[in-house]
């Protein structure tokens, strides 16, 4: 199955739901400038700043529905969280928080190994520091921000991924936007990236010295070998030189998908066309595999084969930042290249011990068999729950063994139905739409959590089986019924 397959009547009824929303927004629009003023108050002689379709779906479909994210909460973002209710009277122009709480089952956080809410010797490493160093050093690395924490983490990271050498990043965004472009620093460097690649790869990408990109189709490894086939044999435009180097680029786990990489094929087309391989890990490192090492765990690829392998620190351990880890000469040339590392500061030393800590618990290195537990926790009950979905009727599109569980909403207008009315049943939930995803594949996104149980995921999936049955979403079910339907009536 692709990442979106989207039925006759599902397409045209989606169509349909976005083009009455438009109008309705223009009508708006134009009654608001014929009896109120410009909505812009753009100066005379200016041009808008702002693009005209972009700032009408913003306006006008957007802030309907913007209460369905960014929900605060006043409690950790464990198994279980604490929404704070909010209210608006002007059509969320403007929204007021209330002292009134909700109190949820969490599936809205990437709090996959549970460490949001961490052991007490984890919590009690992380309290120890802040008191030995403070909270942060406000430097970056190359000046008094650098210490003995983050080298035990990168020396740690290297060592758990399996490369020589590996550098941390305050920011995961910011470890693939300034790194990227050290990599293909030249017009004469083709870039090979997924269609469906992370935002942060693409700033990286457009951040280049003017490399050429070329995009595959998600996870199509026939279309990969036929690019790069291509690329080689006509070389670069207008010279036909060779490219100086091809990067393939591609995810561990693709988060708005919940599909996992066809690493394996990967590395055969990398190996075969002396291509490099660059591999987002941020969802899949301790999330995947039989020891939490990643897709290369998971896949049974030596780490030797993928030459930059990425992650971040901000799903699996509960802290922040991300890390890149590669041969020790790479490495070192980030270091003294990067100016995600020259001017930004340094990971804060309590988030690098945070990290640490939850490394050696996912080893083991810290004596416990917390790791193994946990890693078995989030594994079975991520499978769990998206088998449950799916006899529910939701038609589910994320692979098995992704703790990224998604299912097809599709209609504009079932995003906040599903969203709400999981809110009002106690289930905390992200629903996804344009530019997120496309257009017309709204979805809702799981994340599981080994802090969860299967009691847990049971009491989910009979609030989740009301809400699908109101809002529509049980397409599996409706496609059942619409043959049996139509069979009676030919018969």
Known sequence: MTHCDISSWVLITTYLNYAVLILLGQIRDFFHELFIGSIHQTPKGFAPLVHSYEDLYTRRLYRRICDCWNRPISSRPGAYIDVMKRVSN?????IQITDDRIHCLNLASYNYLGFADSPKHVLDDVLKSIDQYGPASASAYGDFGYSKIHKELEDMTAKFVGKEDSIVFSMGFATNSTTIPLLAPTPDCLIISDQLNHTSIVAGVRSTGGAKVTVFKHNDMDHLEKIVRKSIIEGQPVTHRPWKKIIIIVEGIYSMEGEIVNLKRAVEIKKKYGCYLYVDEAHSIGAL????????????????????????????????????????EVITYLRKNSYGLVYGSSLPIPCAQQALSALKVITGDDGTDIGKTKLFQLNDTSNYLREGLKKLGFEVISDVDSPVIITMLYNPAKMPAFSRMSLEQGIAVVVVGAPACDTLCSRVRFCVSAAH???????????????????????KVFESQLVNDLYQLVM
């Not at 002007?90 to 403007?94: E, S």
């Not at 939490?292 to 799903?315: E, H, Q």
Request: hydrophobic share 30%; aromatic share 10%; glycine share 14%.
């Open 90 to 94: 002007d059509y969320n122009k403007t």
């Open 289 to 328: 595999g039989k020891n939490g090492r990643g897709v290369c765990d998971y896949c049974g690829v030596s780490p030797a084969d993928v030459d930059i392998l990425m992650g971040t620190f901000t799903k699996s351990f509960g802290s922040v930042g991300g890390y890149i880890a590669a041969d020790k």
């Open 453 to 475: 149980t299967r009691e847990d995921v049971d009491k989910a999936l009979k609030k989740l089986d009301v809400v699908g049955t109101w809002t529509g979403t049980k397409y």
